[in-house]
């Protein structure tokens, strides 16, 4: 299950990126990662930066995928996700089979897709590409009425959630003390973005496994009371 995809949500442009109804009319989820972590009652939602860019989509649906809007379980960032929330005790198959029931939501700050064919990097008009975006974030956020942390992945999501909250937080300080801000009864936690070189920057100097030791003790800090 993933939150009804709002009529409005169609409407939503900015120069330099795609609405996914420009490609797929008819979206079936708010966002593509709802088919990995998608619970409504969720306590936790993650956010990232952004999706993959237009042109991923666009391809699918030209070779006739038929479930073109959706992650992929073999993408390095999802698999380690996956492997972060396990060692905080959530159980996410990356299949998708306990999307609606993990106790996890997915969103990322930029709801409209990059178009300009780049994975990761600048964005491009990007403050045009958030005050659009930050309506389906706005949206989520009122619908998830469960909800006890948001932890966001790397600074682009963590600077775009202090925006939408109109707070001057640090990404980098916070999370490398650990500190969380509150926000009402709602807890905004820093953590590195868990693609490869989010994880390599976490801590300079170290091994592999130390560094995705101590982003999972980011996430279990994330998790205390």
Known sequence: MTLPVPSWAAELHAPGWANIHDIIPEPPRLSGVDAFLGDTGAHTLVLGKDAAPARVFRQLVEESHPDPYRHDPALPTNQMLQQVLGAVGIDAPLNGSRAASCGVYYANAYWLLRDDDHFSGPLKNADAAFE???????????????????????????????????????????????????VGSLKLCASSHLGYFGVRMRLRGATQDERKQAIIDDWKAAFDA
């Open 132 to 182: 659009q975006s930050k309506r389906v974030l706005e949206y989520m956020l009122s619908n998830l009425t469960r909800l006890e942390r948001v932890i966001a992945m790397g600074a682009d999501a963590y600077t775009a959630l202090m925006q939408f909250f109109d707070l001057r937080e640090d990404w980098r300080s916070n999370l490398h003390e650990q500190r969380h801000v509150r």
